[in-house]
């Protein structure tokens, strides 16, 4: 696990500023800890007091609102860390992180965390551009809920994955409405309509871009198509 643990930390785009000495030192400071399906890391409004590194498994981290409808955020999986920007204030979570199948988790308490940032400059740099970095993501979105389409805002977000993914991205009708704060019917409406346009074809949990051009007009253009 201490392996898994240094392997993981190396490549992370964090703790892979820190000097090896310092990191492997850091290791030590971690609590291990396996957890069963259905059970929770932390709640909503939980107070954020440990970060996370998942060594194996799979967890799903959600909100939910006033009314009690929960939303899914994102999937995390083997080798992802997450709860560290909460770590900053130690304020309180703002969803909450659920186990999908068993896991095993190294977690590290807001003590360590702050310590670490106290002592290395560049740790803190790091964790500022990152930060700055999403303040920027949600401002796109913000952006693009405003004065986009739906039709506009999935061919933006097939873009977006076709630049990491490649021409087959691996997402569902469920996950991009999730992303997009839009039903899963609507989604399937706007992707019969791209795949009508001869830019993608849809398979079972699949998208496949055929032009990437013509999302890119979709995009840009002034009014729905």
Same mark, same amino acid.
């Given at each position: 696990?201490?392996?898994?643990?240094?392997?993981?930390?190396?490549?992370?785009?964090?703790?892979?500023?820190?000097?090896?000495?310092?990191?492997?030192?850091?290791?030590?400071? %971690?609590?291990?800890?396996?957890?069963?399906?259905? #059970?929770?890391? %932390?709640?909503?409004?939980?107070?954020?007091? @440990?970060?996370?590194?998942?060594?194996?498994?799979?967890?799903?981290?959600?909100?939910?609102?006033?009314?009690?409808?929960?939303?899914?955020?994102?999937?995390?999986?083997?080798?992802?860390?997450?709860?560290?920007?909460?770590?900053?204030?130690?304020? !309180? @979570?703002?969803?909450?992180?659920?186990?999908?199948?068993?896991?095993?988790?190294?977690?590290?308490?807001?003590?360590?965390?702050?310590?670490?940032?106290?002592?290395?400059?560049? %740790?803190?740099?790091?964790?500022?551009?990152?930060?700055?970095?999403?303040?920027?993501?949600? #401002?796109?979105?913000?952006?693009?809920?405003?004065?986009?389409?739906?039709?506009?805002?999935?061919?933006?977000?097939?873009?977006?994955?076709?630049?990491?993914?490649?021409?087959?991205? #691996?997402?569902?009708?469920?996950?991009?409405?999730?992303?997009? %704060?839009?039903?899963?019917?609507?989604?399937?409406?706007?992707?019969?309509? !791209?795949?009508?346009?001869?830019?993608?074809?849809?398979?079972?949990?699949?998208?496949?871009?055929? #032009?990437?051009?013509?999302?890119?007009?979709?995009?840009?253009?002034?009014?729905?198509?």
């Amino acid at each position: 696990m201490t392996y898994r643990l240094e392997d993981i930390l190396s490549r992370h785009w964090l703790f892979g500023s820190l000097p090896e000495r310092t990191r492997s030192d850091l290791i030590s400071k %971690f609590s291990i800890k396996k957890y069963q399906m259905k #059970n929770y890391v %932390f709640h909503q409004d939980d107070l954020a007091e @440990r970060l996370y590194v998942i060594l194996d498994g799979e967890i799903s981290v959600e909100t939910t609102s006033m009314s009690g409808k929960t939303t899914k955020i994102t999937h995390l999986s083997k080798g992802e860390i997450f709860g560290e920007f909460a770590l900053i204030d130690e304020g !309180l @979570r703002s969803a909450s992180a659920i186990i999908v199948r068993p896991t095993t988790l190294a977690s590290l308490s807001a003590q360590a965390f702050h310590q670490i940032m106290e002592e290395q400059p560049e %740790f803190a740099k790091s964790l500022l551009c990152v930060l700055v970095a999403h303040i920027r993501q949600s #401002n796109q979105q913000i952006e693009s809920l405003v004065t986009l389409s739906l039709l506009q805002r999935t061919a933006r977000l097939l873009l977006q994955l076709a630049k990491t993914e490649g021409d087959l991205i #691996n997402i569902t009708q469920q996950q991009i409405g999730e992303r997009l %704060f839009a039903s899963r019917e609507k989604v399937n409406i706007k992707l019969k309509k !791209l795949e009508q346009l001869g830019a993608i074809s849809t398979g079972h949990g699949k998208i496949q871009i055929h #032009n990437t051009e013509h999302l890119a007009r979709i995009v840009d253009a002034d009014d729905d198509i």
